[in-house]
Structure formats: C-alpha cells, structure tokens
C-alpha cells in the first residue's frame, strides 16, 4: 500500500470496553497480514510514557476474542496531559522504532492522540471503544452491545421480583452524557418510562405516567434512568416520587459495573475484527487524524477532530416508539 510503515503500536485507553481485545487481535492479525511489525502498548498512555511495550505476533492474541476487558490493560494517565509527557511518549516511541499508533477509546483518548500526532507528525487512527455509544461518526462503539444486553439482562431479573411484589423499580444504568443504553435498553427491557439525558421530563411526567400506569392495570413498573438524567439522583429521584405516589411500593437498582464486563456479544466481536483490520488499512494509505467506524454495516472513516467536537445525535423515533410501547 501507499506507505512505509514498518512499525504500527496499538493501545487501549480510557474505560474498558468489550469488544477491545477482538480489535487488539484484528490490529495484530492485519499487521502479520500485511507484513509490518506491531507492538502492543502496556496501560494506555501510561505505557507509551514509560516505555510499557513488546512486539506482538499472530499467536499472541489467541483466546482473546471472548474475553472482556482489554489484555493490554487500560489507564487514566495525567502526564500525557502535559507536554513534557508526550515528549517523553514521543522519545519511547522513537527508541522503539515505532512510526504509527492504533488508539482504542473514547473521546478522551482521542482528544490525547489528535494533539500527539499534530504535535510530533506520528500518523495515528482511532478505535471507538466505550460503552456509552457516545461518539460522533459511528453507528456503534466496542462495548456498547455488549452492555446493551448485559442491562436488558439484569431489567428482566429484576422484573421477577417487581411483578411478584407489586413493586415500582428505579433502575439506574450508565450513560452520564448520553442515553443510548437506557432508551433501547429500556425499549427491549419494557421500561414504563426512559430518563436520558438528551430529554427534559419532569418529575411531574413521571408520576403522571406511573399513575396511568397504574390506572391501566400495569402490576409492575420499571422505570430506567441514565445516571447523567437531568433529574439527578435516582434515590432522591425515587424518594421524591414516594412523597407523590404514598402507596407505591419502590426500590431502587443500581447497576453500576457489571455493564463494563463480560464477554463480548457477537456484534461487539465483528465490530472490533472489521475496525481492526481497517486501522490497520487506513494506516498503510497513508491516512492520519481519523476515527474508524461503521456506518449503515460500512466501514467508514471520520477526522478525530470532529469525532471528539461533535455530538452523536439520540434516534428520536426511538423516544416515540418508547412512549407508545410502555402503554
Ligand atoms: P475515554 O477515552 O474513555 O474518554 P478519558 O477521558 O479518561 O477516557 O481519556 C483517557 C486518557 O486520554 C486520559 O487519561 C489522558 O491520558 C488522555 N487524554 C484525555 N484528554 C486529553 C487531553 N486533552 N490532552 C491529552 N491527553 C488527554
């Protein structure tokens, strides 16, 4: 192809994701396929800066493709903030012969590799990896199908109990930015009513629609809230809502964690496989300064700049389906 790269280095960075290690395996695999060297980088930036890294090769990523989390392990890294840090990322790459990175992460991440290659001239390509769903130029992130089902999973667990009681569940997800997991989560999960951020219900429209609800014969309710839902915190949101419905009997679910986990469903394997091989790609064209993505089941491209300055919109048809189901 149009380059001569010799060397590409991949990391993860920010939040784990699963779907990580499918593209980690992808990036190796393509790199093995095209005959260039790759190495993986330890724990994010926090490896680049202290020089955390070996060569990889096609047998080094074997039995990873099931597995959550990432095996090049993941940091939050305050020194690649500061220049002087980068400096001394920039100088480990050049010790180890290293011409271009594959960086797999959120916006965050992003925003450290778009400055790092403007900065030192390294050609870099970005892996959307976060749960969230939260990044401009993709249809889909590593993770969030993943987290997806993992949250329809624990909705339906805890729907036995609320049915069996006669129970009103707050439960409440990730997405502190956006509401792409609760609203389709809370779609396939049969929520009564969806809180995300992107919407402005009040604590008004929810006991409005709680006491239809209730009025229509409903003998449990869920109600699912994005935890950057504007309405705050959901046990305060739920004791709020128990001073205007006495009778209700409500509790309240956090899910915390375990929507970062677990094995990655088939989609999040694909998706990471496909975006892998085309890092690897856009490298060997010769392009910097982009995000790779799906798009309509295509694989497309998108600049850093506007990955991480643009905001992915929320499906509002889904809103409207999401009202007229939980009837
Ligand atoms: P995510 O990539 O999931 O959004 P973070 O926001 O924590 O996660 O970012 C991951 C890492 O990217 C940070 O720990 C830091 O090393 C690097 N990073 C984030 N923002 C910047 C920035 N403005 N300049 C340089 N590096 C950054």
């Excluded at 199908?145 to 667990?157: F, G, M, P, R, S």
């Excluded at 998108?302 to 809103?319: C, F, Q, S, V, Y």
């Amino acid at each position: 192809m149009g380059t001569n790269l010799n060397h590409i280095g991949v990391l993860t960075s920010g939040g784990d994701a699963p779907g990580m290690n499918a593209a980690i395996r992808a990036v190796v695999r393509a790199c093995t396929h095209y005959g260039i060297k790759v190495s993986g980088i330890q724990e994010g930036y926090q490896g680049l800066i202290d020089g955390n890294m070996d060569e990889m090769d096609a047998r080094s990523v074997a039995h990873i493709i099931n597995r959550g989390g990432t095996i090049l392990q993941s940091a939050r890294c305050l020194q690649f903030r500061e220049k002087k840090g980068r400096e001394k990322a920039h100088d480990n790459l050049k010790a180890n012969d290293i011409d271009a990175l594959i960086i797999i992460g959120g916006d965050g991440s992003f925003t450290g590799a778009n400055l790092f290659s403007q900065e030192f001239d390294i050609p870099v390509v970005g892996i959307p990896g976060t749960i969230d769903n939260d990044i401009y130029g993709t249809d889909f992130t590593l993770g969030y199908d993943t987290a997806l089902n993992t949250v329809v999973e624990a909705i339906d667990k805890i729907r036995d109990t609320a049915t069996s009681h006669n129970r009103l569940f707050f439960i409440e997800c990730m997405g502190r930015d956006a509401g792409f997991i609760a609203l389709n989560a809370g779609i396939a999960g049969g929520a009564t009513e969806i809180l995300i951020p992107e919407d402005n219900k009040t604590l008004d429209d929810v006991v409005n629609k709680l006491e239809y609800s209730r009025s229509a014969k409903k003998t449990s309710n869920i109600v699912l809230v994005a935890e950057g839902d504007q309405l705050g915190d959901t046990f305060k949101l739920a004791e709020e809502t128990q001073k205007k419905l006495p009778d209700h009997d409500i509790r309240v679910s956090v899910l915390g964690h375990i929507q970062r986990g677990g094995n990655p469903t088939c989609a999040d394997r694909v998706l990471g496989s496909r975006l892998g091989v085309a890092a690897v790609e856009q490298l060997l064209h010769g392009h910097s300064g982009i995000m790779v993505g799906l798009r309509n089941d295509t694989v497309t491209t998108e600049t850093l700049h506007d990955a991480i300055t643009k905001k992915p919109g929320i499906n509002r048809n889904l809103m409207h389906v999401a009202d007229i189901v939980s009837l």
